[in-house]
Structure formats: structure tokens, C-alpha cells
């Protein structure tokens, strides 16, 4: 089975702070790919950042990069110069290819302060 | 990408009727998932649904609860049957566009209350 763990229910970070939100994951397969989503209250899922397993480099998009080590089967995301429109849940997901589903983690909740 | 609409946005119904979510994309697509999201909790595969051909559901979920139209490859709906105050939830579809890209896109979701 697949599994997505998030051991972080809820975070907090200060405005223009660093924050970093941790996944761990279990499969037998050897091709997969992970995501982080941000849901607001507004609850539309956005895609924040995806990775490759097969790819050794670390995805970044602005100021959200991931640390991705594939032997420890952790896919973490660490969020730069936090900002309040920041504020969310992010979900860890993991799936096998374009006709797969989806497998979620538990959330993480993220608070920005000011 | 892909833009997904759901209509309706929120409905409140009451036990033992059944509601009908339409999910509308933009652009043509092969691969379309509904999920729920019960309250406070994470997302649920309900089903996928590939234009032409039956839906696969996911364990625990059952056509005769979740009944699932694909007409076209822009177009599919879900249907809530008689409902009970646990089918409250959120009910989101995604798409994954095919084009080489393994993630989904979301449509803005369907707030379901069962009273």
C-alpha cells in the first residue's frame, strides 16, 4: 500500500521568516512523482510544486523548494520570505503516472504572524 | 493546466435525497477523478472516470451511492444518493491533462451539507 505521512498537524512562521513542512512516504514503486498543494479557506486545491522521482535535483519554484531524499523516502517543502497570503493547509501527495490517483497526507496547517 | 469549474459551489440538502455535482473543464482530457473531503480531513479518492468506459471506484465507494456520468472529455458529473448526514463533506474533481504532466488540477470544489 501507499502511504503519505505528515507529522506536522499545524505550523506557525513569522512574515519573511522560513518555514519547513515535512512528508514522509511509502511505496514499492520505483516511478513516482510527489506534489505539495496548498488549500486556503477559499478550500480550491493549488498545486504549490512537483517532483520527479528519477530526478536527483530538488524542484524549486520561487520561494518554495523542496529537500527530496529518495533512500529516506522524505519529500519536504520549505517555504522562503513567508508571506501572509501563505497562510493555508498543505498537503503532501504522491502518485505513479497521469492515470494514477492521488494519495494525500493527513495536512499540515500553516499560520503566518506578523 | 487546466481551468475546472463545479457547479454548484454549495448546496445544503436534507437526508435521503441525492445531488448531482457537473464538473466542467476548459480543455479536453482523458483522466478525471472525483474526491471527498470530509470535514477537517484529508482528500479521498471517490473514483476515476475515463471518457467511454465505466468508472473504476476506489474501495468503499460504490456506483449505486456514487453514480458517475463521463459524456465527453470536457464534462462529468457525480451524483450524492440518499444522502445521510455523513455524505456531508467537500466533493472536488481533478484532471490530469495528459500532456506529459503527472499532476492533477482541482476544481474549486462542492461544499455539501446534509441536514
Known amino acids: 500500500a501507499q502511504t503519505v505521512t505528515q507529522s506536522q498537524p499545524e505550523m506557525s512562521v513569522q512574515e519573511a521568516e522560513t518555514v519547513t513542512l515535512s512528508c514522509t512516504y511509502d511505496t514499492s514503486e520505483s516511478d513516482y512523482y510527489l506534489f505539495w498543494y496548498k488549500q486556503p479557506p477559499s478550500r480550491q486545491m493549488i498545486l504549490v510544486i512537483r517532483q520527479e522521482a528519477y530526478k536527483q535535483q530538488n524542484a524549486t519554484e520561487n520561494r518554495f523548494s523542496v529537500n527530496f531524499q529518495k533512500a529516506a523516502k522524505s519529500f519536504s517543502l520549505k517555504i522562503s520570505d513567508s508571506q501572509l497570503g501563505d497562510a493555508a493547509m498543505y498537503f503532501c501527495?504522491?502518485?505513479?503516472?497521469?492515470?494514477?490517483?492521488?494519495?494525500f497526507g493527513t495536512g499540515t496547517r500553516l499560520q503566518v504572524t506578523l | 493546466s487546466a481551468v475546472i469549474s463545479q457547479k454548484p459551489s454549495r448546496d445544503i440538502c436534507q437526508r435521503g435525497t441525492s445531488l448531482t455535482i457537473q464538473c466542467q473543464v476548459d480543455?479536453?482530457?482523458?483522466?478525471m477523478f472525483w474526491y471527498r473531503q470530509q470535514p477537517g480531513q484529508s482528500l479521498t479518492l471517490i473514483a476515476t472516470?475515463?471518457?467511454?468506459?465505466?468508472?473504476?471506484?476506489e474501495s468503499g465507494f460504490v456506483i449505486d451511492k456514487f453514480p458517475i456520468s463521463r459524456p465527453n472529455l470536457t464534462f462529468s458529473t457525480l451524483t450524492v444518493s440518499n444522502m445521510s448526514p455523513e455524505d456531508s463533506s467537500i466533493y472536488l474533481c481533478?484532471?490530469?491533462?495528459?500532456?506529459?504532466?503527472?499532476?492533477?488540477?482541482f476544481g474549486p470544489g462542492t461544499r455539501l451539507t446534509v441536514t
Open positions: 501527495a504522491f502518485n505513479t503516472g497521469t492515470a494514477s490517483k492521488l494519495t
Open positions: 472516470a475515463n471518457q467511454g468506459s465505466e468508472a473504476t471506484y
Open positions: 481533478s484532471v490530469n491533462t495528459g500532456t506529459g504532466d503527472y499532476e492533477q488540477y
Open positions: 480543455s479536453q482530457v482523458t483522466m
